[in-house]
């Protein structure tokens, strides 16, 4: 840079307004820096930076495998139990890790609320400036969190990252303190708030470093309040309208309204996947690789079809929300995303199909409707389900693009959908129980064409439902239908990504695996999602055991691009590989991602999918021993394939990052590594130059240029 880009650069810095501090103070911070500028250089050569969040990663990888820990990016507000949402974060001095906090140094945090648009609304009381103790997640290590065999490596300062760990409650019940006449967590802000925190390090009474990170938490006790509120006032209401001129012989709740199936079934979904974004953010398990896209999704869902719905009910003559609601909905900016993309024509239309069958056949002299009204509660569900599935495309363009694991989150939502559908049936379809075994199973599980044997299945009924599937079957298929349908046209869109002709294969259904009698792969598909083997809803217990080390240290050895570390090298890296476990479909490369880990695969088998001329292929099928994304491990490129489980897959992951300790201080492994991997490529008949991958693979891991390494 030159003296005119320099003073340049400097004029464009000093007329940049710096949020929260006055002209005045702006001065004096300059001033205060240019005589430590004169007098001692070195504490300006210190530089913070918070950890960003990674998907797959979690903070408290970084208790059990420093370098490859995680901060997070959303929180749950639950009245539940308390809650914690962690950031990790770093300190450097001339661009080399401090693995101590610095002498007389002082960190302080900041928290910003900002409104929908993404502006600073106001700062939180306690937590301005807050002054904040340096803490290590891996302190855990000492209290027995962590297995001994991790205690020694703890003690060794392995983990170069710091944590700070915000108390989601108290910060909740400060914002809300702060400003006690607006609707904070509630309908006007649409059940979350956006923060920001900013981290500062001070040395000798100066800002020296800062950094901050966007975060959002979440009104967990308020998710499916709307989808309640249509259930509990909607549905009784119209049902009034539809019996008023009836003659009953048999009391008829809601349960029989047509709507109801679709209603109760999408609430215990959202429920079971609202369990696993719980047990992902709060309780610290496995759940998702991603549990804020989900919940973005499925919280824009509910406002669309419920607010689609309550503009309908308001045409009708029923308004469900009350008067702040109703303003806060017509002009409040954080609603205008909203407002213009309801749909109220299209669910119009579904409204059209709540008719019930109240006469007609009846099996059983006391079923209090016909029998018809299970086929109007079919087909009220196909329509609700195709307006439903038009707002999903919309709640997907509000949550944003999803690259990383799009498609394994809609597996985990169809599954759920699925178990909802066996789980909810008597509540669903409460008919059911006026019919006999045969037909009850005739009306549940029969595929189309399929009577399964039976017999004395009545003319009128095999009539009306033979040409179609039983009612789980239908409800499944055709949900699994339409969630493809919309994946197609995100993928298209450029805000999902999927490996294969479909997003959601038929191999993905515990259904379909159960009716296929492939009991082996529906019980690893259960089991991936937390729950027993079968079809019923059972809870698997869950405890996260350590993988031994020493296994892992045997398997690193026998990887040929490791041979160039010695025998405490390679059990430093050994130390800080993650095991990672994945199930049917699930993805650890995603093609054209970028990517800066290996995975060595030790137990099941992955196949490696490219994707030719737009379709995407089976390329090789890998078993236990097999190293995948070597190359991007240490240059940083793009991925050149997928790489999945087929069934079940236990593999190890090695991050760049793992490597920087290890090269600082012998320099010498960039020149074993670039002969190593340059080997490698002329195998396979690559042309690079010996200096291009040797700077690609010093960036990589040092994140600089090879002249700055000594």
Known sequence: MDLQDYLKALNHLLQINVENISEDDKTRLLQKHIELYHSRKDVLSHNLTIVPFIPGRRSFDEAYYPGLGSSEEVALFTDKTSSEINFLYRIFQNQKPVNSFPDHAVLTATITTLDHQGKASFLVPTWIDREIEPQRKGDEALTGTISETYSRRINENLSEAWTLSVPVNELVENVQKAKPGEDLFGFNSLFFERFKLQLDLHLEDVVVSSDYHYFEVYNETLFGSLYKRIIEKLLPWDLNIQLSTAKLEHAIGIDYHPWFPVLCIGTEKANLYMKA??????????????????????????????????????????????????????????????????????????????????????????????????????????????AHHEDLKQAIELAGVNIHNSQETWHRVFRDAERAVLKMDEQAFP??????????????????????GLKLIPKQFSETFGDQDGLYLSACRNYRSSMNEVAEWAKNHGLMEYTGKECVPSSASILENYLAKNYGRLKYLQNQDGYLEGLDVKDREETEARFPVETIYKTLGRIPIFRALHEDELQHLAHRARPIELGHLERIIVQDREGSSLFILHEGSLEVVGRINGVDQVLAVLQPGAVVGEFSFLTGEKRTAAVRAIDFALVFEVSADNLRPLVEKRPGILEDLTRIMNQRKKANDESVSEKSLMEKITSTILGRTRTNIN
Request: charged share 30%; with cysteine; net charge positive.
């Open 277 to 386: 974004i719980y047990g992902d953010l709060v309780e610290e398990k496995r759940m998702l690789i991603d549990p804020g896209w989900l919940l973005r999704v499925g919280l824009y869902l509910e406002l669309l079809t419920c607010l689609g719905v309550i503009e309908v009910a308001k045409q009708e003559g029923l308004d469900l929300l009350d008067p702040e609601e109703r303003e806060a909905l017509g002009h409040l900016p954080a609603f205008k995303e909203i407002r213009t993309r309801l749909d109220v024509k299209a669910w119009k239309k579904v409204w059209t199909a709540r008719k019930m069958a109240v006469k007609g056949v009846r099996p059983n002299k006391h079923m209090p409707v016909s029998f018809t009204n299970l086929l109007r509660k079919k087909n009220a569900t196909l329509l609700f389900l195709h």
């Open 431 to 452: 008919e059911l129980k006026y019919l006999t075994a045969d037909l009850k199973k005739f009306v549940l599980w029969h595929e189309r064409g399929n009577f399964f």
